[in-house]
């Protein structure tokens, strides 16, 4: 079974950043396609973060240039790196994967931005 355990959300001042991390057990994880999402509050999930298995990386327009994906597959991690954090930031962060038709999430971790 496929679980995904995020960490290193907190509150932080505006154009502070952050590392967000998630492990991934119960997968091959080297050959899984892995991304970030967030929520913020009364808004839908978006997608912000994608990177293949071969270490491509794409972004929603909005986050180019300050976020950051990136893997470690020796620890079954993925990271999202967050610089420049603007209290739009705010939402629950949730990294993913889908596997066969089904998408796997964690249970997200909380980035609040104070101005």
């Known amino acids: 079974q496929v679980q995904l355990v995020e960490s290193g959300g907190g509150l932080v001042q505006a154009g502070g950043s952050l590392r967000l991390s998630c492990v991934a057990s119960g997968t091959i994880f080297r050959f899984d396609r892995m991304a970030w999402s967030r929520q913020a509050p009364g808004k839908q999930r978006e997608l912000v973060a994608g990177i293949t298995s071969d270490g491509s990386t794409n972004y929603e327009d909005s986050v180019k240039g300050r976020f950051t994906i990136s893997r470690d597959n020796a620890k079954n991690t993925v990271y999202l790196q967050i610089d420049s954090l603007k209290p739009e930031d705010t939402a629950v962060y949730y990294c993913?994967?889908?596997?066969?038709?089904?998408?796997?999430w964690g249970r997200g971790t909380q980035v609040t931005v104070s101005s």
């Open positions: 993913s994967t889908r596997k066969r038709g089904f998408t796997y």
